[in-house]
């Protein structure tokens, strides 16, 4: 599989950014898919993930403000980010998981940046 992550970018406090992920060689609707961070000094950890059904899971900083989705267009999965703090600052990686399997595979990073 081959995910290409896009869509970062440097923004202020409370702005908006859309990430997506363009996942290749694969059949994306198949998988889970997600999307992590890691943001200086910190491990990389779960912002969203939206499963092969369409059930979707946040982390509890992002509930109410980030939207994961996967779009009409094929392989392609979204993460609608509103209400940015500093805090969200991170390099955003795409995921794919293939269910009841230990295959995970991975974009390259999308940085984001949010300033005060």
């Not at 908006?16 to 200086?40: D, E, K, N, T």
């Not at 993930?49 to 779009?71: A, C, H, L, Q």
């Not at 094929?74 to 390099?91: C, F, R, S």
Request: glycine fraction near 12%.
């Amino acid at each position: 599989a081959q995910l290409q992550a896009s869509g970062g970018g440097l923004v202020q406090a409370g702005g908006s950014l859309r990430l997506s992920c363009a996942a290749s060689r694969i059949i994306s609707s198949i998988y889970h898919m997600g999307w992590y961070r890691q943001a200086p000094g910190k491990q990389r950890a779960l912002v969203a993930r939206i499963s092969n059904t369409g059930m979707t899971t946040y982390e509890d900083s992002v509930k109410g403000r980030f939207t994961i989705s996967r779009g009409n267009v094929k392989n392609t999965v979204y993460l609608q980010m509103n209400g940015l703090t500093p805090e969200d600052t991170a390099v955003y990686y795409c995921n794919a998981n293939l269910p009841s399997t230990s295959y995970n595979a991975w974009g390259q990073g999308t940085l984001v940046t949010v300033s005060s």
